[in-house]
């Protein structure tokens, strides 16, 4: 069946490219499009409860600790909904603003899995910044905010 199941779990973020300004565009490895990514670093019961869901993403162990990578593509090939960025929310669940999520921020990630025929895929279905770091802001302009026309 094509069962399909979403669930949520806290931890760290790390490398958050979940907006349109921000995303992953690297088309050779993720496909037409690119996609949105973020790794959560998360404790062992978050772990545990993640593998027990049998997706297939394995976590990995990082010098920050356990990080589970979290994706979603621009384009999905077959369902439209399935595609573009996750939505993104403040701790109180109200719309985000597009400033970038800077390593070390407290995340709710919600993520599907689902059946497949390699196994059970995951994708990144919604991110809840529950505690803020913000990115030092770059030399080149290149920051925590995001870039409006005025």
Known sequence: ??????YKLTGTAM???????????NEDFHGPGGAYTIDVIVEQEA????V?????TSPKVTDEGVAIKF???????????????PQVVDADSNDWDGTLIGNGST??????????KMGKGCRLEG???VDLVELPPLEDGEGGAK????
Do not use: C, Q
């Open 15 to 25: 490398w958050a490219k979940v907006f349109p300004h921000n995303m992953d565009k």
């Open 107 to 116: 995340v709710e990630v919600a993520y599907t899995v689902y059946d497949t």
């Open 52 to 56: 027990a869901t049998g997706a297939r």
């Open 71 to 85: 994706k979603r593509k621009h384009n999905h090939p077959s369902i439209a909904d399935f595609g573009g960025a």
């Open 1 to 6: 069946s094509m069962a399909s199941k979403t």
């Open 47 to 50: 772990k545990d409860e993640f």
């Open 147 to 150: 870039k409006l026309p005025f």
């Open 127 to 129: 991110v809840r910044v």
